[in-house]
Every structure is written in structure tokens, then in C-alpha cells.
Nanobody, 125 residues
Framework: QVKLVESGGGSVQAGGSLRLSCAGSGGTVSYYDMGWFRQAPEKEREFVAAISYSGGVPYYADSVKGRFAISRENAKNTVYLQMNSLKPDDTAVYYC??????????????????WGQGTQVTVSS
């Protein structure tokens, strides 16, 4: 069983950048495909980005393409989300998640078995 802990959230002005980290423990993150999701107040949790267990082709929501980049360092059991050109609409709690490789849908909440506690990102205009 994998425990995931996010960090790196905070408050930033529009146009700024943040880098989120997701550290895994209790299991080997390299066995899992990893994803980032976000949830704004009174909205459903939505897909942001994902990356395969091997660090291959990444997947992005249309709303963040060209601005966000997901990466992973399996040797450090860590996944990152670099967020640039942030907008007020990016304000949300960001969650890291792990799903078994070769199983489940990258884009759906239901595809993931393990979740972190979330980190708040606030973008002001």
C-alpha cells in the first residue's frame, strides 16, 4: 500500500509559477501510474495530468496543456507538477494519486487506488 504526501502548494499571483511534489512511502511509486487531480470549492474533482509508471508519454487536461508539466523521479519515489502561467481558475486543492499500471483510466478518479491528502493552490488576479 502506498502513502502519498503532497507539498509545494501556496498562494501566487496570476502569471506566477508553483511546483508541486508528491512523495510516496510504504510502497514503490515506480510500480504505479501517477496522476494529479484538483478540486475547487463546490466542484467535482477533475483530472489535471498523469504519467505512466515508466515516465513515458504524459497526459494533460486541455485546460492546462502548455502551462503544466508532470514528471517523476522513481529513484526518489516522487512525482512533480510544474505549474506555470497560473490563472485564478487554477485555484483548487491539488491531489496526487496512484493507479496500478496497465489498469484503469488515466483520466478518471475511479481509476486510481491511492490518494494524498491534497495541497491548496490559490491564484489571485
Amino acid at each position: 500500500q502506498v502513502k502519498l504526501v503532497e507539498s509545494g502548494g501556496g498562494s501566487v499571483q496570476a502569471g506566477g509559477s508553483l511546483r508541486l511534489s508528491c512523495a510516496g512511502s510504504g510502497g514503490t511509486v515506480s510500480y504505479y501510474d501517477m496522476g494529479w487531480f484538483r478540486q475547487a470549492p463546490e466542484k467535482e474533482r477533475e483530472f489535471v495530468a498523469a504519467i505512466s509508471y515508466s515516465g513515458g508519454v504524459p497526459y494533460y487536461a486541455d485546460s492546462v496543456k502548455g502551462r503544466f508539466a508532470i514528471s517523476r523521479e522513481n529513484a526518489k519515489n516522487t512525482v512533480y507538477l510544474q505549474m506555470n502561467s497560473l490563472k485564478p481558475d487554477d485555484t483548487a486543492v491539488y491531489y496526487c494519486a496512484a493507479k496500478p499500471r496497465f489498469l484503469g483510466n488515466y483520466y478518471r478518479v475511479s481509476g486510481y487506488d491511492y490518494w494524498g491528502q491534497g495541497t491548496q493552490v490559490t491564484v489571485s488576479s
